[in-house]
């Protein structure tokens, strides 16, 4: 799993825009930016919709006051699926991301295998990441959420 103090492997995350699919390469798009990365195991699940997503939305500006240049949100679904839960819930201050494979996920070692549920997810968590290295790093627990919340991110800062 990787650890705070060190940098994010190459990775690219999938955005449907207005303008079409864009396929981000992490190294780029993290690139000289303060960014709160925070995932979830799926998109339109309960915690996910009712907690956790709903709180970095309406907590978007106080990040953006504190120095985050981007809040991004991302889980192993497609750019199609992140792209229709962000406009279900007004998520237009976060940048929706899809690692329809889940490399990104793999590479991070923080997927967790859900069976019959969905397969290969994301364990739910949040950090922070300066320039490509992650310097805040809170996993949550097997079926918690408590530390991943956009509160206790916002008080890290």
Known sequence: MIEQGQKLAPAVLSELTPDGMINHPITELFAGKKVLLFAVPGAFTPTCSESHLPGYVVL?????????????????????????????????????????????????????????????????????????????LNVEAPKEFEVSKAEVMLEAL
Request: charged share 25%; aromatic share 8%; glycine share 10%.
């Open 60 to 136: 978007a500006d106080k990040f953006k006051a504190k120095g985050v240049d981007l809040i991004a949100c991302v889980a192993v679904n497609d750019a199609f699926v992140m792209k229709a839960w962000g406009e279900a819930h007004n998520a237009s201050e976060l940048m929706m991301l899809g690692d329809g494979d889940a490399s990104f996920t793999k590479s991070l070692g923080l997927e967790m295998d859900t069976a019959n549920f969905g397969g290969v997810r994301s364990q739910r968590y949040a950090m922070i990441i300066d320039d490509g290295v992650v310097t805040q």
